[in-house]
């Protein structure tokens, strides 16, 4: 009876013994399990983090080269536009501004203008200088002084040509001005016809061969006599 219960009694022993075996093995895994989590969640929050602070950096850098790229672009147009903008001489100026002040009462070509300037005693490069830069359109210019003469005495076609042409305007300016000056023809021979009858005595042969040599056609030439003599 003795020996049973000592059997039962180890028998027991070493089933309690092998329970909290058990337990500690699994409060072991549990803390290890628990650990790992804890390891894995720190290191997946330290990659985050760096991955941030690797994010930041490049838009930092980013930025910084773009604002470098734009302070360089605006450096270089600011050099460009002074390097494009030389500095002009006193004498230069005061040309240009005598040269606008001419054309705001009368018509120049642009030979005629830098004659004037330099008639003003300007240099012949600020002369140039004026007339280059004064913004004129010549063929206006041709237009204006072809107007200009039509105002105060008659001109045939090629005789008017002939004027601009004199004045310095080139032959493509000078037909510009006559074409677009809107005159008649046969009326400026009618003109001409009567202003040399004002002052001297013409038969009518005669007068028709000066019309014709003041560059008239012979068609226009006899409008103007025929006109005259009425």
Known sequence: MKKLLAIVLIALMTV??????????????????????ETTTTTQTTTEKQAEATTEEQTTTEIAT?????????????????????????????????????????????????????????SSDAAAYAVDNCGANWNEQALKKAQSYLSHSAFSKKGLIEQLEYEGFSNAEAAYGVEKCGA??????????????????????????????????????QYGVNTAYK
Do not use: R
């Not at 309690?16 to 989590?37: F, I, Q, W």
């Not at 046969?186 to 014709?212: I, M, R, T």
């Open 66 to 122: 773009t604002t470098e790229e734009q302070t360089t672009t605006t450096q270089e147009k600011t050099t460009t536009t002074k390097a494009a903008t030389p500095s002009v001489s006193i004498e230069y100026q005061n040309a240009l501004k005598k040269a606008n002040s001419y054309l705001s009462h009368s018509a120049f070509s642009k030979s005629g203008l830098k004659e004037q300037l330099e008639y003003e005693k300007y």
């Open 16 to 37: 309690s013994m092998a329970s909290c075996d058990e337990t500690e093995n699994s409060n072991n895994k549990e803390s290890s399990s628990l650990t790992t989590k």
């Open 184 to 221: 008649d023809w046969n009326e400026q021979a009618v003109k001409k016809a009567q202003s040399y009858l004002s002052h001297s005595s013409f038969s009518k042969q005669d007068l028709l061969e000066q019309l014709l040599y003041e560059g008239f056609t012979n068609a226009e030439a």
